[in-house]
């Protein structure tokens, strides 16, 4: 993701608020959605609740610490970023932290019906998940992202 990145601090070191978080890379976004879409396919081969409760801290990192301590962030920041050079636009923070807090949501329902042995629960909801991080990483659609939207339009709309 851009530097500085979402997560950044006031210069007293207190965290800035998701609103005024950074843009970030769009490439970054979509190196993460690939990732995950990768670990995912993996819950759904392995049946692994352990794994798919791994993939729930991560969305909880970029969801609610900042995208800038998601670890595939950190791992695109280390080992692509630089060799790509800056993107040539960047995106809002807070619909992709949506999006994060949406697969957090949907990864903790399928480590619950994995480990409570309510695997079709597990299966459907990594299935979810899969789909909409597969739909980022190919095609830079952001379900998450456009939930945020109309979310926010709604918003708009009754004010």
């Not at 999006?99 to 309510?118: E, K, M, P």
Request: glycine share 10%; hydrophobic share 55%; net charge positive.
């Amino acid at each position: 993701m851009s530097d500085p990145g979402p997560g950044s601090s006031t210069p007293t070191g207190t965290p800035l608020p998701a609103e005024t978080e950074a843009p970030v890379d769009p490439r970054g976004v979509r190196f993460n959605a690939a990732v995950t879409a990768v670990v995912l396919v993996l819950v759904l081969l392995s049946g692994s609740g352990w794994l798919v409760a791994a993939q729930a801290l991560v969305f909880a990192l970029g969801a609610f610490v900042g995208l800038r301590y998601a670890p595939y962030s950190v791992l695109y920041r280390a080992l692509l970023a630089p060799r790509l050079g800056r993107p040539t636009e960047l995106e809002e923070a807070a619909p992709v932290r949506f999006s994060q807090t949406v697969g957090f949501v949907f990864a903790v329902i399928a480590a619950v019906g994995y480990l409570s042995g309510l695997t079709v629960l597990g299966i459907v909801a990594a299935a979810f998940a899969l789909a909409a991080a597969f739909l980022n990483a190919a095609f830079g659609f952001c379900l998450g992202c456009e939930m945020y939207a109309l979310l926010h339009r709604g918003r708009a709309a009754r004010a």
